[in-house]
């Protein structure tokens, strides 16, 4: 079964430090991958997504993302962070099979202090 | 075009109860789905429908149905409602089931006591 693997629960960060949030996926096969967004109260929202192609993707807001096959791996990336980025981020996979079902991890809070 | 619509906002339901979520898309998507946003799970797939009249079981199917009468309305319920169901459910839709981005709507915070 195909599974989602968020390592970091709860990230605080300071404004523009460098934000890296680690996903790793089991699934052998073709996949995938996306990045969502929830801010407070919000639903959520597409921040970048991977389908073929060069596995640095860009997305939204300044983020992207590494897709390394090797490691079933699709981090995402920032830079410089800003106060606004406090949200919830949650990376998901679908892959195999054809009913689109996506399989999200646990979620990652970040924080960020102005 | 407002997308995805769901109702209610929120709803505190006594156990036992029967209950319907809403969920409206005008973006004619062929595929629509249903999760529950747990704390420390993220989102589990509940239910989901690739076209109208087609529907199947996701991770957590147990206790909720589903149907899937015309392509813009994919109602949840949940014939029995238990305390382990509190939790808030969002509704997604794709244009295609198997390739497409998933579009969030606003979700529905439910409460069973």
């Known amino acids: 079964a195909q599974s989602v693997s968020q390592h970091n629960h709860h990230v605080i960060l300071s404004e523009a430090a460098s934000l890296e949030l680690g996903c790793n996926y089991s699934?052998?096969?073709?996949?995938?991958l996306f990045w969502y967004v929830q801010y407070p109260g919000q639903h959520l929202q597409l921040l970048l997504k991977?389908?073929?192609?060069?596995?640095l993707v860009k997305g939204i807001k300044g983020f992207e993302a590494e897709f390394i096959k090797s490691k079933f791996s699709f981090n995402l990336r920032k830079p410089s962070v800003q106060w606004s980025d406090t949200a919830e981020y949650f990376c998901?996979?679908?892959?195999?099979?054809?009913?689109?079902?996506?399989?999200f991890g646990q979620g990652t809070t970040l924080q960020v202090k102005p | 075009i407002a997308g995805i619509t769901q109702a209610p906002t929120s709803q505190i339901l006594a156990a036992g109860r029967r209950m319907t979520l809403r969920c409206t898309q005008d973006?004619?998507?062929?595929?629509m789905y249903w999760y529950r946003q747990d704390l420390g799970l993220g989102l589990r797939l509940i239910h989901y429908?690739?076209?109208?009249?087609?529907?199947g079981k996701g991770e957590v199917p147990d206790g909720y149905s589903v149907s899937r009468a015309n392509t813009d309305d994919f109602p949840l319920t949940l014939a029995s409602a238990v305390p382990s169901q509190t939790s808030v459910y969002f509704c997604?839709?794709?244009?295609?089931?198997?390739?497409?981005?998933?579009?969030f709507g606003p979700g529905t915070r439910l409460t069973v006591l």
């Open positions: 997604a839709s794709s244009r295609e089931g198997s390739t497409d981005t998933q579009y």
């Open positions: 699934y052998g096969g073709t996949v995938n």
């Open positions: 991977y389908f073929s192609g060069d596995p």
């Open positions: 998901a996979v679908k892959g195999g099979d054809n009913t689109g079902k996506l399989i």
């Open positions: 973006m004619r998507h062929n595929a």
């Open positions: 429908s690739n076209t109208a009249g087609t529907t």
